[in-house]
């Protein structure tokens, strides 16, 4: 079973960044992809962005281009998520998960319960 730590969220103004670790328990990284997810309070889970460790394919949704990059270091099994110009409307639990085969086109599809492992989440709020 894949197990997921997430880390590096907080409280930070608008405008400024944070760098988000997804560090992954598994015993070959690169057959994974990993993905970011949001939720906000009251909304739903909302796709982030996505890596695959084998090609270092990479999706990102519409709101998170141009501000968010996400990377992968496979000697230490943790993919990033820098954010960059945060919002108030960034203010989410920030979610990874991980799904082998190392896909990505579809990762809006996965779900707790169904396709990928997830972790905890980390909390970022950004105050305006």
């Known amino acids: 079973e894949v197990q997921l730590v997430e880390s590096g969220g907080g409280l930070v103004q608008a405008g400024g960044s944070l760098r988000l670790s997804c560090t992954a328990s598994v015993f070959r990284f690169d057959d994974y992809a990993i993905a970011w997810f949001r939720q906000a309070p009251g909304k739903e889970r909302e796709a982030v962005s996505c890596i695959s460790n084998e090609d270092g394919e990479i999706e990102y949704a519409d709101s998170a281009k141009g501000r968010f990059t996400i990377s992968s270091d496979n000697a230490k099994n943790t993919v990033y998520l820098q954010m960059n110009n945060l919002t108030p409307e960034d203010t989410a639990v920030y979610y990874c998960?991980?799904?082998?085969?190392?896909?990505?086109?579809?990762?809006?599809?996965?779900?707790?319960?169904?396709?990928?492992?997830w972790g905890q989440g980390t909390q970022v709020t950004v105050s305006s």
């Open positions: 998960a991980a799904s082998t085969p190392p896909i990505c086109p579809l990762f809006r599809l996965w779900r707790p319960g169904g396709i990928g492992s």
